[in-house]
């Protein structure tokens, strides 16, 4: 059984670039546009892991974070947010938020990999 994982960008080429590094992982990846999205799929997807960019019109990453943190369908998913952005204070927001761990666009695609793997158990 492969990884499930919910990769939120709102940038198309992010999304597929995660998509490909991803899938060509093994993993299974479903893709969302920014945070509302990404919630109104949450039900469906069921995913083992969630992947987020901070910066996003409609709903950005912390309001994505505390959202799944407070709801029922996935409260204890992990959480790993990939942006551009590398601030300790938005790193400690995140965190306060319930993000389980930090990776720094652009990625290493095999650090990618290797960090959802530590922090998904797989």
Same mark, same amino acid.
Do not use: C, H, Y
């Given at each position: 059984?492969?990884?499930?994982? !919910?990769?939120?960008?709102?940038? !198309?080429?992010?999304? =597929?670039?995660? #998509?490909?590094?991803?899938? =060509?992982?093994? @993993?299974?990846?479903? !893709?969302? =546009?920014?945070?509302? +999205? ?9 995913p083992d892991l969630i992947l987020t960019d901070l910066n996003m019109p409609?709903?950005?990453? @912390?309001?994505?974070? =505390?959202?799944?943190?407070?709801? +029922?369908?996935?409260? #204890?998913?992990?959480? &790993?947010? &990939? %942006? %551009?952005?590398? /601030?300790?204070? !938005?790193?400690? #927001?995140?965190?306060? /938020? ?25």
């Amino acid at each position: 059984m492969s990884l499930r994982i !919910l990769a939120i960008d709102d940038s !198309l080429t992010m999304r =597929e670039m995660l #998509r490909q590094t991803l899938t =060509e992982a093994g @993993f299974d990846v479903v !893709l969302a =546009e920014d945070g509302i +999205d990404g919630l109104n799929q949450l039900p469906d997807v069921a995913p083992d892991l969630i992947l987020t960019d901070l910066n996003m019109p409609n709903m950005d990453g @912390f309001g994505l974070i =505390e959202a799944v943190r407070k709801g +029922d369908i996935a409260p #204890r998913v992990p959480i &790993l947010v &990939l %942006t %551009t952005e590398s /601030a300790t204070t !938005l790193k400690e #927001r995140a965190r306060q /938020a319930g993000a389980t761990g930090w990776i720094t666009k652009p990625f290493d695609e095999q650090s990618l990999v290797s960090t959802i793997r530590r922090v998904a158990a797989v």
